[in-house]
């Protein structure tokens, strides 16, 4: 489970920004115990704040980092596709960035600093038994590995000045790097959130992951022999298993109680384009009901929230299962706001995710805020130099909130900031209407 993410020097983010997940008020389902932490973690992250504040680039940032580690031995071969602060020193300065989740129950540390020319400073650290140890450290090209980790020794040969140390390590067989990284590389990242670099392309290739196709592998495997690791219905006081299929329909479900089925088959199409050429597409079509009879209806002609709901399916039961993070960038730009609060109760129930898989996520839908504890909301304000700063709720300028507060009407009314400034007047002398 995550710990607590940082970054600095990375698009809107000048100063360091910190999102933590340890539960300020703990003893309750959606803060889950981590013993050899001594604290409790929470499963879901909600970012607050106006337009133009930051908040997709604090998710972003994580995102990009998800995608240096994947990506760097591959494609950074010119230069690191970064985005510093546009503005001041950012350009000239080093990006930075620090994660610390558990893994296994161990809590590790990755820390990394670099620039669009080189990485500067990487170290993996864990605490065994709570106390801090080195996997590896690199300065520059000078890398450090901690005693007994000789399988290691070949990321040396792999990395260069603009690939990460931890990149190169995971290809090696041992487990202190290869289990960190595969939390890392499991963290699913739905939404808007940016995901390119310095001159505006990818990291080095075209990502076309397709959050619908993801939840049509549900749909297309119903035998499979992956079993299922947690069950959505409760059978006389014993949890059954439910298949793959049964448990992505049941999910579906929820945002529409009318679907009985999803049917995927081909179907010929006819492209003018290609002369008449004739080609087998796949169809994916929600089998619904009205009163005694069914019939199922092109996947195009739902409407955009259960497409979108659709889409996210795959992900969040994988998370569900692997207990991995899931971002979410603009959670209520095309779901009910019922449908978004029924996913975060998903995530906070032990019941339906018991391996305490995360959902961090940026929303402007203040309904969601009653469904959150105050340590679970943070919010964004834009600075006058035009950079992002993040503050939890639960500590918002230097100032308590109340466990018991409403927090959407305490939101709405100013209480905390990070509310929209309207200004009309510019608008409306550039009408005419004022002089």
């Known amino acids: 489970m995550l710990i607590r993410f940082e970054a600095s020097n990375y698009r809107s983010i000048a100063k360091s920004v910190e999102l933590s997940m340890v539960a300020v008020d703990r003893g309750r389902e959606a803060a889950r115990e981590a013993p050899n932490l001594g604290e409790s973690l929470l499963t879901l992250g909600a970012i607050y704040g106006p337009n133009a504040s930051g908040k997709s680039n604090v998710v ?17 071969e ?57 996997v ?3 300065e520059g090209s000078e890398l450090k ?48 959130v940016p995901r390119r670099g310095r001159s505006g392309g990818f990291f080095g290739r075209q990502r076309r992951y397709s959050p619908r196709a993801d939840t049509m592998r549900w749909f297309d495997s119903p035998d499979s022999d992956q079993p299922s690791l947690f069950s959505l219905v409760e ?23 009318g679907i009985e089925d999803v049917v995927i088959d081909e179907q010929e199409v006819s492209f003018s384009s290609s002369g008449g ?62 449908l978004s609060a029924e996913l975060l109760r998903v995530f906070q129930s032990p019941v339906t995710n018991p391996y305490g898989a995360q959902l961090i996520f ?3 839908d203040t309904s969601l805020l009653n469904h959150l504890n105050r340590d679970e909301v943070w919010l964004t304000e834009k600075r006058l130099d035009g950079s992002t700063r993040l503050g939890g709720l639960a500590e918002f300028a230097g100032e308590r909130v109340r466990k018991s507060q409403n927090l959407e009407n305490a939101y709405l009314h100013g209480r905390f900031g990070a509310l929209p400034q309207v200004d009309q007047t510019e608008f409306l002398r550039a009408l005419g209407l004022i002089g």
């Open 60 to 76: 972003g940032a994580l995102a990009w980092l998800r995608d240096a580690v994947e990506d760097s031995v591959r494609f950074w």
């Open 362 to 364: 940026t929303s402007h």
């Open 136 to 138: 590896f450290e690199r």
């Open 145 to 192: 590995l901690q005693r007994g980790l000789g399988a290691l020794s070949g990321t040396r040969e792999l990395m260069t000045e603009r690939t990460l140390a931890l990149s190169a390590a995971r290809r090696f067989d041992e487990p202190l790097v290869s289990n960190f990284v595969r939390d890392l590389l499991r963290i699913q990242v739905l939404g808007h």
């Open 277 to 338: 050429e004739t080609r087998t597409q796949r169809r994916l079509r929600l089998v619904h009901r009205s009163g005694e009879s069914s019939a199922p209806l092109d996947f195009s002609t739902e409407s955009e929230g259960t497409r979108t709901w659709f889409g996210l399916i795959g992900a969040v039961l994988i998370a569900l299962q692997s207990g991995s993070i899931v971002i979410f960038d603009e959670l209520d730009a095309s779901l009910h706001p019922t």
């Open 78 to 134: 010119e230069e690191i596709p970064l985005e510093p602060f546009a503005f001041g020193s950012g350009p000239a300065r080093p990006s930075e960035f620090v994660v610390e989740a558990t893994v296994d129950g161990v809590r590790f540390e990755y820390v990394l600093e670099l620039d669009a020319r080189q990485v500067l400073y990487e170290g993996l650290f864990h605490y065994p038994e709570r106390k801090r140890r080195r």
């Open 235 to 257: 059978d006389e006081g014993k949890w059954s298993n439910l298949s793959r299929r049964e448990q992505a329909l049941a999910m579906l479900r929820l945002a529409d109680l």
